[in-house]
């Protein structure tokens, strides 16, 4: 066999085998003015969970394998992530979603050339500090944290807002 063939068929191999990866990644909807207002929409009469992380988080990277969890255990929750990333690091934001099973949530990113806007429309009070978490009822009454929150407080949050 010639090489340039064992080359054309590892590079087949070798396609099928990456493929299911990229299946598996999230589809990030991109957060713009509006973004936040279309949320309650779409959560209308439902409560939701406003997580706000960064691909620039420690912490928020570290608590990835929890909010799967937590995701998994309480699957009636409803969990929305959302990335202050510029739209330019989505593939980044992808890549971390699927590595942590959040792939299959709610997931957006920042995509506008103003961020601050968008800070101030999900919350006049937020400087952008990640990670921040909103607990959000089903008259939309909120409480927002920002900083890592235990397993304990997740739960206990959840389960008053679910309840």
């Known amino acids: 066999m010639k090489p340039s063939r064992i080359l054309i068929i590892f590079a087949i191999i070798l396609s099928f085998i990456t493929l299911p990866s990229h299946a598996e990644q999230a589809d990030l909807k991109y957060f713009t003015s509006g973004s936040y207002q279309q949320l309650l929409k779409e959560y209308a009469d439902k409560p939701f969970v406003l997580m706000v992380w960064s691909i620039h988080c420690t912490t928020c990277l570290q608590k990835m394998p929890l909010l799967n969890e937590l995701s998994k255990n309480m699957p009636g929750v409803n969990l929305v992530m959302l990335a202050t990333d510029d ?28 961020p601050q806007k968008l800070r101030y429309e999900i919350d006049p009070k937020w400087y952008g500090e990640v990670p921040r978490t909103y607990f959000v009822d089903k008259n939309h009454q909120r409480v927002g944290v920002s900083g890592a929150l235990s397993r304990e407080t997740y739960e206990t949050m959840l389960k008053e807002l679910f309840n």
């Open 87 to 114: 739209a330019s690091a989505s593939d980044q934001v992808k890549s971390i979603l699927a590595e942590n099973e959040l792939n299959k949530l709610d997931n957006w990113i920042f995509a506008d050339t103003n």
